[in-house]
T-cell receptor, first 115, second 113 residues
């Protein structure tokens, strides 16, 4: 049958405002979480990560919050710029242990920055 | 340091054919993962190799296979192509010693006609 494209949540923000992108993850055993940014025609680019023993981590203009109780991640981007326009994915690593790389990606959120 | 390199970037095949995609990881990285990205299913894990051994495998049919060479370069192969195999195939590398950041290439865009 015909496949239906993913309905990407979209977020439009004014340049200079703060952006908050939310993500629900599925596996309570996941111990590593990561946010990626994907611009059109490019591969995903790392933004920030967090391990399950933390609930907050800050980078340059970005903050990730982890709420394990409700299995929720959020990415906050301060002073959003036009260059931040992209699709943002959260991903979880549901397999702990040394060197296990099998990320499960969320559906993505399309961020549009209005100049 | 050079990033992850994938070749070819674009290719067109017809149903029933097979295709081989290549990935050169970042120097020193021993883990290579492959993901399929489609508008319908998003990003889905195919498999991961570490030191020439498949360490994890996603839920894809046996038509999808891969391998890793002693220099950590990896190839994936899709046999008996179907229309639904049209996708962006992404390769990612990492040091492979602990869960951490994956470095993605730009992808190989496969179109099956």
């Amino acid at each position: 049958g015909e496949s239906v494209g993913l309905h990407l949540p979209t977020l439009s923000v004014q340049e200079g405002d703060n952006s908050i992108i939310n993500c629900a993850y599925s596996n309570s055993a996941s111990d590593y979480f990561i946010w990626y940014k994907q611009e059109s025609g490019k591969g995903p680019q790392f933004i920030i990560d967090i391990r399950s023993n933390m609930d907050k981590r800050q980078g340059q203009r970005v903050t990730v919050l982890l709420n394990k109780t409700v299995k929720h991640l959020s990415l906050q981007i301060a002073a959003t710029q036009p260059g931040d326009s992209a699709v943002y994915f959260c991903a979880e690593n549901p397999y702990s242990g040394a060197g296990s790389y099998q990320l499960t990606f969320g559906k993505g959120t399309k961020l549009s920055v209005i100049p | 340091k050079a990033g992850v390199t994938q070749t070819p970037r674009y290719l067109i095949k017809t149903r029933g054919q097979q295709v081989t995609l290549s990935c050169s990881p970042i120097s020193g990285h021993r883990s290579v993962s492959w993901y399929q990205q489609t508008p319908g299913q998003g990003l889905q894990f195919l498999f991961e190799y570490f030191s020439e051994t498949q360490r994890n495998k996603g839920n894809f049919p046996g038509r999808f296979s891969g391998r890793q060479f002693s220099n950590s370069r990896s190839e994936m192969n899709v046999s008996t192509l179907e229309l639904g195999d049209s996708a962006l195939y992404l390769c990612a590398s990492s040091p492979g010693l602990a869960a951490g950041e994956l470095f993605f290439g730009e992808g190989s865009r496969l179109t099956v006609l």
